[in-house]
């Protein structure tokens, strides 16, 4: 009696073991290496065929003649990408407040002729602490700085943010981005191809 309640049961737990633990994820994973090669494999970007980033995770920056990106709260370091979270700060938590004093400070000191309002997003972390993309008036607000201490035009960095810059999705969701560690490395590249030293 046992028996013939057991078999069944032990041929439905392999077979869903065969079917959901090995053939669904191997059909998955290579659905997606032939279709979303770059995007399956983390999105990478590779320099002298290393990999130095991957446009879905920030990194931090905070020499001035980069663009820095938005403030990670995740633990224990910055852009932790196992340890995905905000800091859950409410907008009257003295940590926060204090913490957003400093980033103002640190961002006027990288550039005290700049009185424009700086871009909310500069001073706060995202949700995920690990947002790679600054919004179109924070990277504005930083060109100047940029542009005076690598001996470029500002027209010439404008051209590098909008060429790494991303529209709303489907014209409707979201706000237009750009992406900190493309424009950075386009930034070092110029700097590279044309010898120009900063």
Do not use: C
């Amino acid at each position: 009696m046992i028996r013939e309640h057991m078999r069944p049961a032990i041929v439905s737990f392999l077979l869903l073991t065969i079917i959901t633990g090995i053939l669904y994820p191997l059909s998955v994973t290579g659905i997606a290496q032939v279709l979303f090669r770059e995007r399956a494999n983390g999105s990478l970007i590779y320099r002298d065929e290393n990999p130095i980033g991957s446009l879905l995770i920030g990194q931090h920056f905070d020499d001035p003649k980069y663009f820095w990106g938005r403030i990670s709260s995740t633990s224990s370091v910055r852009f932790n990408a196992a340890s995905s979270s905000g800091s859950n700060l409410g907008p009257t938590n003295s940590v926060l407040t204090d913490a957003v004093k400093v980033r103002i400070e640190a961002l006027r000191a990288a550039d005290p002729d700049n009185t424009s309002t700086i871009p909310v997003d500069l001073v706060t972390s995202s949700a995920s602490g690990l947002d790679p993309h600054i919004s179109l008036a924070a990277a504005y607000y930083q060109i100047p700085r940029v542009a005076r201490l690598r001996g470029l035009s500002q027209e010439t960095v404008k051209s590098m943010v909008r060429k790494h810059s991303y529209n709303r999705f489907l014209g409707l969701i979201g706000e237009p981005v750009v992406n900190v560690l493309k424009v950075n490395l386009d930034l070092d590249s110029y700097k590279t191809e044309y010898n120009m030293d900063i």
